[in-house]
Nanobody, 122 residues
Framework: QVHLQESGGGLVQAGGSLKLSCAAS????????MGWFRQAPGKERDFVAA???????WYHGSVRGRFTISRDNGKNTMFLQMSNLKPEDTAVYYC????????????????WGQGIQVIVSS
């Protein structure tokens, strides 16, 4: 069983930065891919970024160049550094983990965190 817990959300002005963390537990987590998704009010949950156990990464086009995903396998933690934030980045952000990198990039995941709110004011 994998348990995921997000932290670091909050309110930030447009153009600002915020760093999300995802603390994970699970015996095989270091071999799992991890990722971030987000769900804006009234919209479906969308893929944001993914990182493989090899540290290969993939980003949605809307955040590429502004967001950076990383992981610390020794601490079972994943991060999302968000810069140059825009009001359209406002959403609940979810941490995800799956044995397969392609599954997360494809928009699905076996395990999910409960989500954390990010609000970007204009």
């Amino acid at each position: 069983q994998v348990h995921l817990q997000e932290s670091g959300g909050g309110l930030v002005q447009a153009g600002g930065s915020l760093k999300l963390s995802c603390a994970a537990s699970g015996s095989t987590l270091n071999t799992y891919a991890m990722g971030w998704f987000r769900q804006a009010p009234g919209k479906e949950r969308d893929f944001v970024a993914a990182i493989a156990s090899t540290n290969a990464t993939w980003y949605h086009g809307s955040v590429r160049g502004r967001f950076t995903i990383s992981r610390d396998n020794g601490k079972n933690t994943m991060f999302l550094q968000m810069s140059n934030l825009k009001p359209e980045d406002t959403a609940v952000y979810y941490c995800a983990s799956d044995p397969t990198f392609a599954t997360i990039v494809g928009g699905r995941s076996a395990y999910w965190g409960q989500g954390i709110q990010v609000i970007v004011s204009s």
